[in-house]
């Protein structure tokens, strides 16, 4: 069975420009999870969907957007990017939207220049 | 502040030796706690969880213990293997906020032939 895959997985954009990060979560999983990780730090959650309806949000500027699409594929945009973007954009999936282990994609290496 | 610290950002140990790693929080609202392995270029893998109405948890070679009181929770590693050595966070989740996860810094654990 096929994990939670992330796409792309590399990207390097320009200060100012728009990004669309994309996840596809493990088959059954209706919850979508998208974290921040920092080189040298632990992930930082973003947002949190299940059922295509958003459960959480962390503490990240308007700028951050995600949705989930009926077949419980998620998109994460990020507008006018700035250097503090750069990071690894991790996506996790589970069965449910309650407390339960998470899946981790192999994430998308974002970088802003 | 950081709610959840892993105050080693590395740990050294003899293959076939025990490691422990240690995790410690300050949110009394967190009731489910996770352990995560992670390798370069992959995203985490998840090892092992525990919920707050346990003190342990055991899953083949890895133990999870949580003290409540002292607000703490180590992992054991027994016997310790080269193929371990990787970056491990901890992560805790509240009842009231869903899936999302709250991570540590990470430890670098390196097991030595």
């Known amino acids: 069975d096929a994990g939670v895959t992330q796409s792309p997985t590399h990207l390097i954009k320009t200060r100012g420009q728009q990004v669309t990060l994309r996840c596809s979560p493990i088959?059954?999983?209706?919850?979508v999870s998208w974290y921040q990780q920092v080189l040298g730090q632990g992930p930082q959650f973003i947002f949190q969907?299940?059922?295509?309806?958003?459960?959480g949000r962390g503490n990240f500027p308007d700028r951050f957007s995600a949705r989930q699409f009926p077949n419980y594929s998620s998109e994460l945009n990020v507008n006018a990017l700035l250097l503090g973007d750069s990071a690894l954009y991790l996506c996790?999936?589970?069965?449910?939207?309650?407390?339960?282990?998470?899946?981790f994609g192999p994430g998308t290496r974002l970088t802003v220049t | 502040d950081q709610q959840v610290k892993q105050n080693s950002p590395s740990l050294s140990v003899q293959e076939g030796r025990i490691s422990i790693l240690n995790c410690d929080y300050t949110?009394?609202?967190?009731?489910?706690f996770l352990w995560y392995k992670k390798y370069p270029a992959e995203g985490p893998t998840f090892l092992i969880s525990?919920?707050?109405?346990?003190d342990k948890n055991e899953d083949g070679r890895f133990t999870v213990f949580l003290n409540k009181s002292a607000k703490h929770l180590s992992l054991h590693i027994v016997p310790s293997q080269p193929g371990d050595s990787a970056v491990y966070f901890c992560?805790?989740?509240?009842?009231?906020?869903?899936?999302?996860?709250?991570f540590g810094g990470g430890t670098r654990l390196m097991v030595k032939p």
């Open positions: 996790a999936s589970s069965l449910l939207g309650l407390q339960s282990e998470q899946y």
């Open positions: 992560a805790a989740s509240a009842i009231n906020a869903g899936n999302m996860l709250t």
């Open positions: 088959s059954g999983h209706k919850s």
């Open positions: 949110n009394s609202m967190f009731d489910y």
């Open positions: 525990i919920s707050s109405i346990k």
């Open positions: 969907y299940y059922e295509k309806e958003e459960r």
